[in-house]
């Protein structure tokens, strides 16, 4: 009976999340009609030339942009929530989005406090992609040092959000001597956006993205036993230090690339898994990790179009629409269900 309840779900996602991506290429500064829409896509004929240049080079791909980023962001979220048995904890708790920043930071200020020792020539997304990439691969792999020593879980969440303190002081000190042009840049980048990625570009978010959800599956099982407490996963014969390492591995890879592509994105990685968690009302990740995949792409496929602001010319930072929408309805889910399944 559950096998076909969640069956059904599924299905009923998938054509949820195939409608919020037509809804979301339908919108733009431009006004472009569905049917013409619907016909880019598919490859036919426009009534405009251009119309098909805006759907296929920037109205698609930010789509796409979309549905990566909420399903990795949502994944890496549940991921941290079920290794350190924390509600509170999302994709960033490990201050790998923190490295990002801070990359993306000293390539936009550190030329200015410094006198040029930091420049590493033009700042643009390419540039960006790759000193945010560089941040958060730094901090990972300090991460995945310390996590080889360290037994205690608890310990490695709260030594994590020690290096997420120390690269935002540092971006602090940074903020504080760069001029107000960089500054202003910088805070720009930090409102996330989703619309800024070339096709090849993308393809490598695809790659990234795509490989840390091929990790997570092979934890599955681990993740489970994670439920219970780290004593009853190893009495499963779960290898502890191993499993942790592939969950925080994974959990790097799609946090960290996001940030480095997309910029920090908050909100989706915290509260999707606990949306998942309330509607499907179920621990089993072998349901729970495709679920929050389909939930948090939906989820922020749907803030895209609310902060392209239909018809308008002015974009929103995605940031803020993705609490200010996504909020509410966990609060009221959760009020609504009186108790919180974890």
């Not at 399903?71 to 960033?92: E, H, I, K, V, Y």
């Not at 930091?118 to 960006?128: D, E, K, P, Q």
Request: aromatic fraction near 10%; glycine fraction near 10%.
């Amino acid at each position: 009976m559950h096998q076909k309840k969640y069956t059904l779900a599924f299905i009923l996602l998938l054509v949820l999340l195939v409608i919020c991506f037509c809804i979301s290429i339908s919108f733009g500064s431009v006004t472009i009609p569905f049917t013409d829409t619907i016909s880019a896509i598919f490859g036919g004929e426009l009534q405009k030339e251009s119309w098909g240049y805006i759907i296929r080079n920037y109205r698609i791909p930010k789509a796409i942009t979309a549905i990566l980023t909420g399903g990795g962001l949502a994944l890496s979220g549940l991921l941290m929530q079920t290794l350190f048995r924390n509600p509170l904890a999302g994709p960033f708790v490990l201050g790998i989005s923190s490295g990002a920043s801070l990359g993306a930071a000293i390539l936009i200020m550190g030329a200015s406090m410094l006198s040029g020792i930091f420049t590493f020539g033009v700042v643009n997304n390419v540039t960006l992609a790759i000193a945010s990439s560089t941040g958060s691969f730094l901090v990972l792999l300090s991460v995945m040092v310390v996590a080889a020593k360290v037994k205690d879980t608890m310990a490695l969440l709260i030594i994590g959000l020690m290096f997420g303190s120390i690269t935002a002081a540092i971006v602090s000190v940074l903020s504080y001597f760069t001029d107000a042009e960089q500054l202003q840049q910088y805070i720009y980048w930090s409102f996330g956006s989703l619309g800024n990625l070339s096709w090849s570009q993308l393809g490598l978010l695809a790659i990234i993205i795509g490989t840390g959800i091929f990790i997570s599956i092979f934890t599955i099982k681990s993740l489970n036993a994670f439920l219970l407490g780290e004593n009853y996963a190893r009495s499963l014969g779960v290898h502890i230090k191993k499993q942790r390492f592939l969950i925080i591995l994974a959990t790097g890879l799609l946090a960290g690339g996001i940030t480095a592509f997309a910029g920090p994105i908050a909100f989706i990685g915290l509260a999707v898994p606990h949306l998942t968690r309330q509607v499907f009302n179920t621990t089993n990740h072998k349901i729970l990790i495709p679920a929050v995949l389909l939930y948090g792409a939906i989820l922020m496929l749907l803030c895209d179009t609310i902060a392209q602001l239909p018809s308008s010319a002015y974009v929103l930072p995605i940031n803020a629409i993705t609490s200010i929408i996504g909020a509410p309805v966990v609060i009221w889910l959760l009020i609504r269900k009186k108790k919180m399944v974890f």
